[in-house]
């Protein structure tokens, strides 16, 4: 081949190149080509086949945040981070590529598989309407060290308490809602809550002067009574002990002001439901000193109760 051929076939191969990856999108309205399978009894995990946008893949290449479509019976329609096992399943994958994918969802855990992209770098599903306005203060981010402002809150059992009545206990608070679908968000809190409770009990030297909050952010649905229900199903779910362990409630306002403190975010639209979430597991030491904010959902019972028992011992 002469140097001009070679030009030729390179320059061919670059506009085939051009060609292929500016093919475009299947419309929206394209039926999935798998059709939804229903849950396996014998796993018990439940798949869901849904079709999205990528608007962000994280730098493990194990999450990526979806913009995705509303999953009947299970979601509405949001932005939110989903995990991946197997990286090869994300690792092509760019911003604003249309994807189908499932969706796994077992007891403790959920995930994505089947990834496929349907298009490349198509137009983004339109965001959904944000337009909704909320009072907010203007709240410090606190850091380990800073001491926890008073919050009045309501207990599960309809009881008026604030969160400075803890001073000589060690405290941990993290955040959820009771209707929350995610296995490995919420539900997982409640889990490792549980699994905090059962420890301290049989830890020989742990600590008696500690409390667990559980603080719904979904305050229109979460009444006490709602709370109430939960907390016995979660204690005849995972044998939880309930007896140093509070769900509560409050006015939007101050749990607004509270999860803000620590960078942890809900859908706050009024009428909404606050799927579209992240995590926040806060605790503050028996000087009322926040002494460690756990990030996410990855943080084990056992480095829970370490941090209860060195709370536990800070003098006020
Ligand atoms: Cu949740």
């Given at each position: ?24 999108s299947v419309p929206p309205s394209a039926p999935l080509?798998?059709?939804p ?9 439940q798949t869901f086949f849904v079709r999205g946008v990528v608007k962000e ?7 990526v945040v979806i913009d995705h479509e509303e999953i009947p019976n299970y979601m509405a329609k949001m932005t939110m981070p989903f ?12 911003t604003n590529d249309p994807i189908h994918f499932r969706l796994?969802v077992?007891?403790?855990?959920s995930?994505i598989?089947?990834v496929?992209?349907t298009?490349?770098?198509a137009s983004p599903v339109a965001d959904p309407d944000r337009k909704s ?44 809602f009771?209707r929350c679908p995610i296995?490995?968000f ?32 979904d ?46 975010t809900f859908a706050r639209e009024p009428g909404t439901v606050p799927f579209n979430h992240n ?38």
């Open positions: 081949m002469t140097l001009g051929g070679a030009l030729l076939a390179l320059l061919i191969g670059g506009l085939l190149l051009g060609r292929s990856s500016m093919r475009v080509p798998v059709p399978t229903p849950p396996t009894a014998s796993t018990n995990v893949l994280k730098a493990d290449g194990k999450t995990k991946v096992k197997d990286t090869n399943q994300s690792a092509s994958l760019g796994n077992a007891e403790y855990e995930w598989d089947q496929t992209k298009g490349k770098g306005f909320r009072l907010v203060r203007d709240v410090e981010v606190l850091k380990e060290g800073d001491a926890l402002p008073s919050y009045p809150l309501t207990s599960h059992l309809g009881k008026a308490f604030n969160t400075a009545q803890f001073k000589g206990q060690a405290l941990a608070i993290t955040f959820i009771t296995p490995d919420c539900p997982r809190m409640d889990f490792r809550f549980s699994e905090v409770t059962k420890r301290m009990n049989a830890l020989p030297d742990a600590p008696k002067n500690y409390h667990l909050i559980s603080l719904s952010f305050v229109d649905y979460d009444t006490p009574l709602v709370l109430q229900n939960h907390a016995n199903r979660v204690k005849a779910q995972h044998g939880a002990d309930m007896s140093q362990w509070t769900f509560a409630t409050g006015k939007l306002i101050d749990i607004d002001d509270l999860t803000e403190r620590f960078g942890m995590l926040r597991t806060v605790v503050v030491d028996a000087a009322g000193k926040v002494q460690k904010v756990f990030v996410g959902n990855e943080w084990k019972a056992d480095a829970l109760v370490s941090e209860l028992e060195k709370a536990a011992k800070a003098k006020p």
